[in-house]
């Protein structure tokens, strides 16, 4: 099941200042969280609060 993933467009102006390597990679991975949104550790980690949300840990 695919969700839909939408790139704020502050987020879009950050990731048009990164490098067009790690901006690759960023993007890769974000566009990667439309298929699993909760990715396991060590990538992913439930985050404490409500509403439930996740952090992703992206590493060069």
């Known amino acids: 099941m695919a969700y839909d993933l939408r790139i704020l467009r502050p987020a879009e102006r950050q990731l048009a200042d990164l490098p067009r390597e790690v901006r690759s990679e960023l993007v890769a991975a974000i ?14 980690r439930k985050l404490r609060g409500e509403p439930p949300r996740y952090r992703l840990r992206w590493s060069e």
């Open 31 to 44: 566009r990667a969280l439309a298929q699993e949104p909760r990715p396991a550790p060590p990538l992913g």
